[in-house]
């Protein structure tokens, strides 16, 4: 077998994204090989390809987090994975991918009837939205959550799972096509993002002058303020993301004043701390896409279009998530 993979050998814009054509990589002790049908993107892939995500990084790189496919090889001690198919963690990169190698702790059973275009939209960045609004945000019944890029891969699974739970929802956006895609996800209002100044106001108003119980934030910076301004006494702020890559100022006294809680999370830490969480977040989500109560919205491209893909990321066009298909079916090649 070969593998065909995206690589980076310099920083810059999507031009530099490149493909190795080379032999498929074997597992090693608690690895196992995954055969891909497709790859997330994400707007941190992005990053990481600008040399922003994370400070540092040596080149030559493989960019990619995450993958859907099917364990095709294993190292010793993962021989109970051969066979099945998996939504793949690769924290070390390389997801962008005919082949990837994943740790075996970091590879999740998914059905075998969704697409996996809908699986890789619910996985970490579901997986995400499950925690934002459930662990940390404690989501109840009759709460207003205010949903930050309200269209974006995290946001709009947010809305979903937010009106799930017998919330009313608010999200914001930056362009009209967005807020739509927002309402069309279950928001009852949806505001626009770019208007900083109003947007304390407009979530008083919306909220009868209460606030929002629980605010999911994925873009920081200009809107933390605001936002924080308008959540009720009592209320959760739940850092998600910072797509705006600028900060967001916090006078600590006003959450003393108003029993209110901000807090930030990436998944890795919960992760740590109970390994078992992921595939519990994983299959519940996959549940609700096989009832209908989540529909994730997907755009796929070939993996021949990594270029493209990252164009349209960078964008802030894209609604929900975006793949890269690598042609393989889910069907283990003989």
Not at 220 to 246: D, E, I, K, T
Request: aromatic share 4%.
């Amino acid at each position: 077998m070969t593998t065909r993979s995206v690589i980076l050998s310099a920083f810059g814009g999507p031009e530099v994204l490149a493909f190795t054509d080379g032999p498929t990589p074997q597992p090693g002790p608690g690895q196992v090989l995954v055969q891909t049908e497709v790859s997330g993107v994400n707007f941190g892939d992005t990053m990481t390809r600008r040399g922003e995500y994370l400070r540092n990084q040596p080149l030559t790189l493989a960019p990619g987090s995450e993958a859907v496919g099917r364990v095709v090889m294993t190292g010793a001690g993962a021989e109970h994975l051969l066979g099945r198919r998996v939504a793949a963690w690769i924290e070390d990169g390389g997801g962008y991918a005919t082949h990837v190698l994943a740790a075996s702790h970091r590879v999740y059973d998914v059905p075998e009837d969704l697409p996996a275009p809908q699986v890789a939209a619910v996985f970490l960045q579901g997986i995400t939205a499950m925690y934002a609004l459930h662990l940390f945000g404690r989501v109840r019944r009759g709460d207003t959550v205010l949903v930050h890029a309200a269209a974006g891969g995290v946001g709009i699974l947010s809305v979903q799972l937010a009106v799930h739970a017998g919330a009313r929802v608010i999200g914001t956006a930056s362009s009209q096509a967005k807020r739509d895609a927002a309402r069309d996800a279950g928001a009852e209002i949806t505001l626009d993002s770019r208007d900083v100044d109003g947007l304390k106001d407009a979530i008083r108003s919306a909220t009868g002058g209460k606030g929002c119980d629980v605010v999911i934030d994925g873009v920081g910076g200009p809107v933390f303020g605001p936002s924080l301004a308008a959540m009720a006494v009592g209320g959760r702020y739940v850092v998600v993301g910072s797509a705006s890559q600028s900060p967001g100022m916090l006078d600590s006294r006003h959450l003393l004043v108003r029993n209110q809680t901000v807090v930030g999370f990436i998944v890795a830490h919960v992760v740590d701390a109970d390994p078992a969480e992921p595939q519990a977040a994983l299959t519940l989500m996959c549940d609700l896409v096989r009832s209908g109560d989540v529909r994730p919205v997907v755009t796929t491209l070939p993996l021949e279009d990594v270029v493209e893909a990252h164009r349209l990321m960078e964008s802030r066009d894209l609604v929900g998530k975006l793949v890269l298909t690598t042609g393989f079916s889910g069907t283990v090649e003989s």
